[in-house]
Protein backbone atom coordinates (compact mmCIF):
# COMPACT_ATOMS: atom_id res chain seq x y z
CA UNK A 1 0.00 0.00 0.00
CA UNK A 2 1.17 3.67 -0.61
CA UNK A 3 2.70 5.30 2.02
CA UNK A 4 -0.13 8.16 1.52
CA UNK A 5 -2.96 8.15 2.54
CA UNK A 6 -5.43 7.00 -0.17
CA UNK A 7 -9.05 8.43 -0.46
CA UNK A 8 -11.91 7.56 -2.21
CA UNK A 9 -14.28 11.00 -2.60
CA UNK A 10 -17.56 10.16 -2.63
CA UNK A 11 -19.83 13.15 -4.64
CA UNK A 12 -17.98 16.08 -6.65
CA UNK A 13 -20.66 18.97 -6.28
CA UNK A 14 -19.88 21.75 -4.23
CA UNK A 15 -18.51 20.19 -1.30
CA UNK A 16 -16.52 17.71 -2.77
CA UNK A 17 -15.30 20.36 -5.66
CA UNK A 18 -13.76 22.26 -2.27
CA UNK A 19 -12.22 19.17 -1.27
CA UNK A 20 -10.42 18.03 -4.27
CA UNK A 21 -9.25 22.03 -4.72
CA UNK A 22 -7.79 21.68 -1.21
CA UNK A 23 -6.08 18.58 -1.80
CA UNK A 24 -5.36 17.45 -4.73
CA UNK A 25 -1.60 18.81 -4.41
CA UNK A 26 -1.30 17.57 -1.08
CA UNK A 27 1.96 15.22 -1.16
CA UNK A 28 0.55 13.50 2.23
CA UNK A 29 -2.78 12.16 0.01
CA UNK A 30 -3.61 10.53 -2.81
CA UNK A 31 -7.00 10.48 -4.23
CA UNK A 32 -7.62 7.23 -5.84
CA UNK A 33 -11.16 7.29 -7.13
CA UNK A 34 -13.88 9.97 -7.36
CA UNK A 35 -17.25 8.65 -7.72
CA UNK A 36 -20.50 10.42 -9.31
CA UNK A 37 -23.66 10.33 -10.25
CA UNK A 38 -22.93 11.19 -14.00
CA UNK A 39 -19.72 10.88 -15.69
CA UNK A 40 -20.64 13.33 -18.77
CA UNK A 41 -21.18 16.41 -16.20
CA UNK A 42 -18.94 19.27 -16.52
CA UNK A 43 -17.04 20.06 -13.77
CA UNK A 44 -15.19 22.88 -12.12
CA UNK A 45 -12.12 20.87 -11.36
CA UNK A 46 -9.76 19.08 -14.22
CA UNK A 47 -10.58 14.94 -13.54
CA UNK A 48 -7.69 14.06 -16.13
CA UNK A 49 -5.57 12.67 -13.58
CA UNK A 50 -8.05 10.60 -11.85
CA UNK A 51 -10.32 7.92 -11.98
CA UNK A 52 -14.09 8.58 -12.33
CA UNK A 53 -16.79 6.23 -11.59
CA UNK A 54 -20.23 6.59 -11.73
CA UNK A 55 -20.27 3.25 -9.10
CA UNK A 56 -19.92 4.53 -5.80
CA UNK A 57 -19.61 0.91 -4.73
CA UNK A 58 -16.68 0.89 -6.59
CA UNK A 59 -14.80 2.99 -3.98
CA UNK A 60 -16.57 0.86 -0.65
CA UNK A 61 -15.01 -2.35 -2.62
CA UNK A 62 -11.26 -1.23 -3.77
CA UNK A 63 -8.95 -2.87 -1.26
CA UNK A 64 -6.32 0.41 -2.03
CA UNK A 65 -9.12 2.64 -0.81
CA UNK A 66 -8.17 3.66 3.43
CA UNK A 67 -10.52 6.35 3.91
CA UNK A 68 -14.07 7.69 2.12
CA UNK A 69 -14.89 10.88 2.13
CA UNK A 70 -18.74 10.97 1.41
CA UNK A 71 -19.81 14.41 0.18
CA UNK A 72 -22.14 13.51 -1.76
CA UNK A 73 -25.30 13.64 0.97
CA UNK A 74 -28.91 11.83 1.52
CA UNK A 75 -29.44 8.37 2.04
CA UNK A 76 -30.49 5.29 -0.10
CA UNK A 77 -27.51 4.50 -2.19
CA UNK A 78 -25.08 6.23 -0.16
CA UNK A 79 -25.93 4.72 3.31
CA UNK A 80 -25.63 1.80 1.39
CA UNK A 81 -21.88 2.30 0.38
CA UNK A 82 -20.72 4.06 3.40
CA UNK A 83 -22.14 0.45 5.62
CA UNK A 84 -20.24 -1.13 3.39
CA UNK A 85 -16.95 0.31 3.10
CA UNK A 86 -17.11 0.30 6.88
CA UNK A 87 -17.75 -3.59 6.69
CA UNK A 88 -14.71 -3.02 4.54
CA UNK A 89 -12.05 -2.04 7.04
CA UNK A 90 -12.51 1.51 5.54
CA UNK A 91 -12.92 4.87 7.53
CA UNK A 92 -15.44 7.18 6.81
CA UNK A 93 -15.15 11.09 6.40
CA UNK A 94 -19.02 12.44 6.44
CA UNK A 95 -20.62 15.81 5.83
CA UNK A 96 -23.93 14.08 5.78
CA UNK A 97 -26.16 15.18 8.82
CA UNK A 98 -29.41 13.58 7.66
CA UNK A 99 -27.43 10.19 7.58
CA UNK A 100 -25.76 10.73 10.51
CA UNK A 101 -29.01 12.06 12.43
CA UNK A 102 -31.12 9.31 11.44
CA UNK A 103 -28.36 6.44 11.32
CA UNK A 104 -26.12 7.60 13.56
CA UNK A 105 -26.00 5.00 16.26
CA UNK A 106 -26.11 1.95 13.77
CA UNK A 107 -23.08 3.53 12.17
CA UNK A 108 -21.29 4.31 14.88
CA UNK A 109 -21.53 0.52 16.20
CA UNK A 110 -20.74 -0.88 12.53
CA UNK A 111 -17.47 1.31 12.73
CA UNK A 112 -16.72 0.20 16.41
CA UNK A 113 -17.09 -3.34 15.45
CA UNK A 114 -15.04 -3.17 12.20
CA UNK A 115 -12.32 -0.69 13.54
CA UNK A 116 -12.60 1.98 11.77
CA UNK A 117 -13.56 5.63 12.73
CA UNK A 118 -16.09 8.12 11.24
CA UNK A 119 -15.47 11.41 11.73
CA UNK A 120 -18.40 14.43 10.69
CA UNK A 121 -17.23 17.78 11.40
CA UNK A 122 -19.14 19.12 8.51
CA UNK A 123 -22.24 17.95 8.97
CA UNK A 124 -23.31 20.77 11.49
CA UNK A 125 -22.25 24.15 11.32
CA UNK A 126 -20.55 24.14 7.55
CA UNK A 127 -16.63 25.33 8.34
CA UNK A 128 -17.48 25.90 12.44
CA UNK A 129 -15.71 23.18 13.92
CA UNK A 130 -17.89 22.40 16.09
CA UNK A 131 -18.43 18.67 16.18
CA UNK A 132 -14.50 18.30 17.57
CA UNK A 133 -15.38 20.75 20.20
CA UNK A 134 -18.38 19.35 21.98
CA UNK A 135 -16.60 15.61 21.07
CA UNK A 136 -13.36 16.49 22.88
CA UNK A 137 -12.89 20.15 23.95
CA UNK A 138 -15.85 20.38 26.36
CA UNK A 139 -15.06 16.91 27.90
CA UNK A 140 -14.51 18.15 31.24
CA UNK A 141 -18.53 19.94 31.01
CA UNK A 142 -22.08 18.91 31.34
CA UNK A 143 -23.82 20.33 29.17
CA UNK A 144 -27.21 22.05 30.17
CA UNK A 145 -27.90 23.90 26.83
CA UNK A 146 -27.24 24.28 23.00
CA UNK A 147 -29.11 26.90 20.96
CA UNK A 148 -27.99 28.70 17.94
CA UNK A 149 -28.76 29.11 14.23
CA UNK A 150 -27.63 26.30 12.56
CA UNK A 151 -29.20 27.00 8.92
CA UNK A 152 -27.55 29.53 6.14
CA UNK A 153 -30.30 29.09 4.24
CA UNK A 154 -33.10 30.48 6.50
CA UNK A 155 -30.54 32.81 8.34
CA UNK A 156 -30.17 34.11 4.67
CA UNK A 157 -33.47 34.38 4.04
CA UNK A 158 -34.80 36.12 7.02
CA UNK A 159 -31.79 38.78 6.89
CA UNK A 160 -32.86 39.51 3.06
CA UNK A 161 -36.33 39.92 4.43
CA UNK A 162 -35.48 42.53 6.96
CA UNK A 163 -32.49 44.10 5.47
CA UNK A 164 -34.18 44.61 1.99
CA UNK A 165 -37.70 43.85 2.60
CA UNK A 166 -38.08 41.17 0.44
CA UNK A 167 -41.22 38.77 0.58
CA UNK A 168 -40.07 35.62 1.56
CA UNK A 169 -40.74 34.14 -2.31
CA UNK A 170 -38.00 36.50 -3.67
CA UNK A 171 -35.48 36.39 -0.59
CA UNK A 172 -35.38 32.08 -1.07
CA UNK A 173 -35.60 32.91 -4.79
CA UNK A 174 -32.16 35.29 -4.75
CA UNK A 175 -30.84 32.38 -1.83
CA UNK A 176 -31.21 30.20 -4.71
CA UNK A 177 -30.17 32.20 -7.26
CA UNK A 178 -26.61 32.70 -5.26
CA UNK A 179 -26.76 29.09 -4.48
CA UNK A 180 -27.12 29.02 -1.21
CA UNK A 181 -30.74 26.89 -1.69
CA UNK A 182 -31.35 23.86 -3.25
CA UNK A 183 -33.77 23.70 -5.99
CA UNK A 184 -35.80 21.86 -3.87
CA UNK A 185 -35.71 24.17 -0.52
CA UNK A 186 -38.17 22.02 1.18
CA UNK A 187 -35.56 20.65 4.08
CA UNK A 188 -34.39 24.30 4.97
CA UNK A 189 -37.10 26.37 4.71
CA UNK A 190 -39.68 23.15 6.72
CA UNK A 191 -37.02 23.13 8.88
CA UNK A 192 -35.90 19.10 8.47
CA UNK A 193 -32.41 20.62 8.72
CA UNK A 194 -31.96 21.76 11.63
CA UNK A 195 -33.58 19.10 12.94
CA UNK A 196 -30.94 16.80 11.56
CA UNK A 197 -28.59 19.04 13.12
CA UNK A 198 -29.91 19.29 16.65
CA UNK A 199 -30.71 16.07 16.66
CA UNK A 200 -26.50 15.45 15.76
CA UNK A 201 -25.66 18.31 18.38
CA UNK A 202 -28.50 16.72 21.70
CA UNK A 203 -26.94 13.61 21.23
CA UNK A 204 -23.44 14.53 21.73
CA UNK A 205 -24.73 17.26 24.41
CA UNK A 206 -26.50 14.41 26.33
CA UNK A 207 -24.67 11.24 24.86
CA UNK A 208 -27.64 9.73 23.89
CA UNK A 209 -29.09 9.36 20.30
CA UNK A 210 -32.07 11.28 19.87
CA UNK A 211 -34.58 10.14 17.72
CA UNK A 212 -35.23 12.73 14.81
CA UNK A 213 -39.04 12.20 14.19
CA UNK A 214 -39.57 12.90 18.10
CA UNK A 215 -38.63 16.18 17.64
CA UNK A 216 -41.13 19.29 17.17
CA UNK A 217 -40.39 21.39 14.00
CA UNK A 218 -41.29 24.40 11.97
CA UNK A 219 -40.52 26.20 9.44
CA UNK A 220 -40.02 29.70 8.13
CA UNK A 221 -42.65 29.47 5.37
CA UNK A 222 -45.39 31.16 7.29
CA UNK A 223 -43.41 34.31 8.06
CA UNK A 224 -44.28 37.61 6.30
CA UNK A 225 -42.40 40.73 5.91
CA UNK A 226 -45.02 42.06 8.54
CA UNK A 227 -44.06 39.79 11.07
CA UNK A 228 -40.24 40.56 10.47
CA UNK A 229 -41.59 44.40 10.72
CA UNK A 230 -43.53 44.16 13.86
CA UNK A 231 -41.10 41.81 15.69
CA UNK A 232 -38.43 44.21 14.97
CA UNK A 233 -40.98 47.08 16.62
CA UNK A 234 -40.88 44.98 19.82
CA UNK A 235 -37.33 44.93 20.16
CA UNK A 236 -36.78 41.68 18.45
CA UNK A 237 -35.26 40.05 14.96
CA UNK A 238 -36.67 36.48 13.78
CA UNK A 239 -34.24 33.57 13.57
CA UNK A 240 -34.91 30.30 12.65
CA UNK A 241 -33.04 27.98 15.78
CA UNK A 242 -32.24 24.86 16.88
CA UNK A 243 -32.67 23.99 20.79
CA UNK A 244 -31.29 21.32 23.19
CA UNK A 245 -31.97 21.41 26.94
CA UNK A 246 -32.61 19.06 29.76
CA UNK A 247 -36.43 19.52 31.48
CA UNK A 248 -35.00 20.44 34.81
CA UNK A 249 -34.14 16.54 36.61
CA UNK A 250 -37.09 14.76 34.82
CA UNK A 251 -34.53 12.79 32.54
CA UNK A 252 -36.34 14.57 29.12
CA UNK A 253 -34.62 16.53 26.68
CA UNK A 254 -36.36 19.84 25.23
CA UNK A 255 -35.48 19.11 21.53
CA UNK A 256 -36.57 21.60 18.91
CA UNK A 257 -36.30 23.38 15.43
CA UNK A 258 -38.55 26.22 15.27
CA UNK A 259 -38.25 30.10 14.08
CA UNK A 260 -37.56 32.17 17.47
CA UNK A 261 -37.99 35.91 18.34
CA UNK A 262 -34.71 36.58 19.38
CA UNK A 263 -33.95 39.94 21.62
CA UNK A 264 -31.82 42.83 19.60
CA UNK A 265 -29.11 42.87 22.18
CA UNK A 266 -28.73 38.65 21.80
CA UNK A 267 -26.10 37.75 20.24
CA UNK A 268 -27.67 35.82 17.55
CA UNK A 269 -29.75 38.53 16.66
CA UNK A 270 -26.44 40.13 14.95
CA UNK A 271 -25.88 36.91 13.32
CA UNK A 272 -26.57 37.85 9.47
CA UNK A 273 -26.73 35.66 6.19
CA UNK A 274 -25.30 32.69 5.27
CA UNK A 275 -23.79 32.75 8.88
CA UNK A 276 -23.87 30.07 12.04
CA UNK A 277 -23.63 30.15 15.36
CA UNK A 278 -24.10 28.09 18.46
CA UNK A 279 -23.92 28.65 21.63
CA UNK A 280 -23.15 25.93 24.35
CA UNK A 281 -23.55 26.14 28.19
CA UNK A 282 -21.01 23.96 30.61
CA UNK A 283 -20.42 23.19 33.91
CA UNK A 284 -16.93 24.26 34.03
CA UNK A 285 -16.56 26.42 30.73
CA UNK A 286 -19.98 28.35 31.19
CA UNK A 287 -21.09 29.73 28.09
CA UNK A 288 -19.09 29.26 25.08
CA UNK A 289 -19.97 30.82 21.25
CA UNK A 290 -19.11 29.33 18.05
CA UNK A 291 -19.89 31.73 14.50
CA UNK A 292 -18.85 31.67 11.44
CA UNK A 293 -19.45 30.31 7.91
CA UNK A 294 -22.31 27.73 8.10
CA UNK A 295 -22.02 26.36 4.49
CA UNK A 296 -20.46 27.07 1.15
CA UNK A 297 -17.58 25.78 -0.61
CA UNK A 298 -14.67 26.34 1.07
CA UNK A 299 -15.97 26.81 4.72
CA UNK A 300 -17.39 23.31 4.07
CA UNK A 301 -14.35 21.58 2.64
CA UNK A 302 -12.04 23.26 5.61
CA UNK A 303 -14.19 21.03 7.70
CA UNK A 304 -14.04 17.77 5.62
CA UNK A 305 -10.15 18.27 5.05
CA UNK A 306 -9.74 19.03 8.89
CA UNK A 307 -11.22 15.62 9.59
CA UNK A 308 -8.66 14.41 6.50
CA UNK A 309 -5.59 15.46 8.60
CA UNK A 310 -7.15 14.20 11.46
CA UNK A 311 -7.79 11.01 10.36
CA UNK A 312 -4.08 11.05 8.81
CA UNK A 313 -2.35 11.94 11.81
CA UNK A 314 -4.14 9.39 13.72
CA UNK A 315 -3.73 6.23 11.52
CA UNK A 316 -0.14 6.46 12.81
CA UNK A 317 -1.41 4.93 15.64
CA UNK A 318 -2.49 1.93 16.94
CA UNK A 319 -5.82 1.05 17.71
CA UNK A 320 -6.83 4.37 17.71
CA UNK A 321 -10.45 4.87 15.67
CA UNK A 322 -12.67 3.82 19.38
CA UNK A 323 -10.65 6.94 20.56
CA UNK A 324 -12.92 9.42 17.92
CA UNK A 325 -16.19 7.58 18.13
CA UNK A 326 -18.88 9.63 19.92
CA UNK A 327 -19.78 8.40 23.31
CA UNK A 328 -23.22 7.07 23.19
CA UNK A 329 -25.83 5.64 25.52
CA UNK A 330 -27.45 2.36 23.33
CA UNK A 331 -30.49 3.67 25.34
CA UNK A 332 -32.32 6.76 22.73
CA UNK A 333 -33.01 10.31 24.68
CA UNK A 334 -36.91 10.80 26.14
CA UNK A 335 -37.86 13.21 24.12
CA UNK A 336 -39.92 16.37 25.69
CA UNK A 337 -43.33 16.82 23.71
CA UNK A 338 -44.02 20.18 22.60
CA UNK A 339 -46.93 20.30 24.62
CA UNK A 340 -44.97 20.16 27.74
CA UNK A 341 -42.31 22.83 27.26
CA UNK A 342 -42.95 26.51 28.34
CA UNK A 343 -42.27 29.65 26.31
CA UNK A 344 -42.97 33.10 25.75
CA UNK A 345 -44.90 33.60 22.56
CA UNK A 346 -46.07 36.21 19.51
CA UNK A 347 -49.17 35.60 18.04
CA UNK A 348 -50.55 37.47 14.62
CA UNK A 349 -54.13 37.13 13.99
CA UNK A 350 -56.69 38.60 12.34
CA UNK A 351 -59.87 39.46 13.56
CA UNK A 352 -63.08 41.81 12.73
CA UNK A 353 -62.92 45.01 13.70
CA UNK A 354 -65.82 45.01 16.30
CA UNK A 355 -66.03 46.22 19.54
CA UNK A 356 -64.72 43.40 22.55
CA UNK A 357 -62.65 41.53 20.68
CA UNK A 358 -59.59 42.81 22.64
CA UNK A 359 -61.95 41.58 25.44
CA UNK A 360 -62.66 38.88 23.64
CA UNK A 361 -59.15 38.05 23.58
CA UNK A 362 -57.95 38.81 26.89
CA UNK A 363 -60.66 36.38 28.34
CA UNK A 364 -59.54 33.33 26.76
CA UNK A 365 -56.08 34.08 27.45
CA UNK A 366 -57.34 34.45 31.13
CA UNK A 367 -59.32 31.43 31.19
CA UNK A 368 -56.21 29.28 30.47
CA UNK A 369 -53.51 31.40 32.48
CA UNK A 370 -52.23 33.33 29.36
CA UNK A 371 -50.76 36.27 30.55
CA UNK A 372 -50.33 38.95 27.77
CA UNK A 373 -47.33 41.52 27.80
CA UNK A 374 -47.83 43.35 24.91
CA UNK A 375 -51.03 43.87 22.44
CA UNK A 376 -50.97 46.13 19.45
CA UNK A 377 -53.53 46.52 16.27
CA UNK A 378 -52.24 47.09 13.37
CA UNK A 379 -54.77 48.40 10.50
CA UNK A 380 -58.27 47.40 9.19
CA UNK A 381 -58.52 46.43 5.52
CA UNK A 382 -61.34 47.56 3.41
CA UNK A 383 -63.15 44.43 4.30
CA UNK A 384 -63.13 44.87 8.14
CA UNK A 385 -60.60 43.11 9.01
CA UNK A 386 -57.77 44.28 11.79
CA UNK A 387 -54.35 42.64 12.07
CA UNK A 388 -53.76 42.21 15.84
CA UNK A 389 -50.15 41.08 17.77
CA UNK A 390 -50.22 39.30 21.01
CA UNK A 391 -46.73 39.33 23.02
CA UNK A 392 -47.09 36.59 25.42
CA UNK A 393 -45.33 35.69 29.26
CA UNK A 394 -43.66 32.45 29.51
CA UNK A 395 -47.04 29.98 29.69
CA UNK A 396 -46.72 25.90 29.29
CA UNK A 397 -47.63 25.34 25.35
CA UNK A 398 -50.43 23.37 26.36
CA UNK A 399 -52.07 26.01 28.18
CA UNK A 400 -51.50 28.57 25.05
CA UNK A 401 -53.22 25.67 22.88
CA UNK A 402 -56.04 25.92 24.94
CA UNK A 403 -55.82 29.86 24.50
CA UNK A 404 -55.76 29.39 20.89
CA UNK A 405 -58.46 26.89 20.48
CA UNK A 406 -60.53 28.95 22.09
CA UNK A 407 -59.37 32.47 20.45
CA UNK A 408 -60.11 30.30 16.93
CA UNK A 409 -63.65 29.23 18.26
CA UNK A 410 -64.55 32.93 18.51
CA UNK A 411 -66.80 34.14 15.88
CA UNK A 412 -64.96 37.58 15.51
CA UNK A 413 -61.70 35.54 14.57
CA UNK A 414 -60.54 35.27 11.18
CA UNK A 415 -57.12 33.26 11.18
CA UNK A 416 -54.15 33.03 13.36
CA UNK A 417 -51.95 32.88 10.74
CA UNK A 418 -48.35 33.00 12.86
CA UNK A 419 -47.66 31.54 16.27
CA UNK A 420 -43.75 31.99 17.00
CA UNK A 421 -41.57 31.41 20.50
CA UNK A 422 -39.51 33.99 21.64
CA UNK A 423 -36.47 33.83 23.16
CA UNK A 424 -35.66 34.92 26.57
N1 LIG B 1 -23.11 22.84 0.23
C1 LIG B 1 -22.82 23.21 1.47
O1 LIG B 1 -22.54 24.37 1.74
C2 LIG B 1 -22.80 22.18 2.58
C3 LIG B 1 -22.54 22.59 3.89
C4 LIG B 1 -22.49 21.64 4.91
C5 LIG B 1 -22.72 20.32 4.62
N2 LIG B 1 -23.02 19.94 3.33
C6 LIG B 1 -23.27 18.53 3.06
O2 LIG B 1 -22.30 18.06 2.15
C7 LIG B 1 -22.85 17.06 1.33
C8 LIG B 1 -22.67 17.45 -0.14
O3 LIG B 1 -23.32 18.67 -0.36
P1 LIG B 1 -23.12 19.47 -1.74
O4 LIG B 1 -23.73 20.81 -1.53
O5 LIG B 1 -21.71 19.39 -2.18
O6 LIG B 1 -24.05 18.61 -2.71
P2 LIG B 1 -24.15 18.69 -4.30
O7 LIG B 1 -23.53 19.94 -4.80
O8 LIG B 1 -25.54 18.37 -4.65
O9 LIG B 1 -23.21 17.47 -4.78
C9 LIG B 1 -23.51 16.14 -4.54
C10 LIG B 1 -22.51 15.30 -5.32
O10 LIG B 1 -22.70 13.94 -4.98
C11 LIG B 1 -22.83 13.16 -6.16
N3 LIG B 1 -23.73 12.05 -5.84
C12 LIG B 1 -24.95 12.09 -5.25
N4 LIG B 1 -25.43 10.85 -5.07
C13 LIG B 1 -24.50 10.01 -5.57
C14 LIG B 1 -24.44 8.60 -5.71
N5 LIG B 1 -25.42 7.82 -5.26
N6 LIG B 1 -23.34 8.07 -6.28
C15 LIG B 1 -22.33 8.86 -6.72
N7 LIG B 1 -22.34 10.21 -6.61
C16 LIG B 1 -23.42 10.77 -6.04
C17 LIG B 1 -23.39 14.10 -7.20
O11 LIG B 1 -23.03 13.63 -8.48
P3 LIG B 1 -23.37 14.47 -9.81
O12 LIG B 1 -22.49 15.69 -9.74
O13 LIG B 1 -22.96 13.57 -10.92
O14 LIG B 1 -24.83 14.78 -9.76
C18 LIG B 1 -22.67 15.40 -6.84
O15 LIG B 1 -21.39 15.44 -7.42
C19 LIG B 1 -24.32 16.92 1.77
O16 LIG B 1 -24.42 15.91 2.75
C20 LIG B 1 -24.60 18.27 2.40
O17 LIG B 1 -25.64 18.21 3.35
C21 LIG B 1 -23.08 20.84 2.31
Redesign the pocket.
Known amino acids: MSTKTTLGI?????????VVKLLRDNPQFEIRAI?????N?Q?EVDLADFHV????FELADDPNIEVIV?????I???HE?VKRAIKNGKHII??????IAKHGPEIFEAANKHNVTVFFE??VG?GIPLISTMQRGLQANRISKVAGIVN?TTNYILTMMEQEKKPFAEALREAQAK??A?ADPTDDIEGN?VVYKIAILASLAFQSPVEVGKIYKQGITQISDLDIQLANEFGYRIKMIGLAQPVGDTGKIDVRAHPMLVPLHHPLAGIEG?NNAIFINGSAVGEVMLSGP????F??AS??VGDIFNLASALKLPDFARYFQPAMNSTTCDVCPIEETTNAYYIRLETLDVPGVIGHLGLACGEHGVSLLGLVQKGVTDEGVATIVLLTHQVKESQLQAALGDIRRQLTTKEIPVVLRVLR
Open positions: LGLGTVGTGAVRDKKRTDNAEVAGGGQVVTANKEMAAGGGYEDVGAGQPTAV
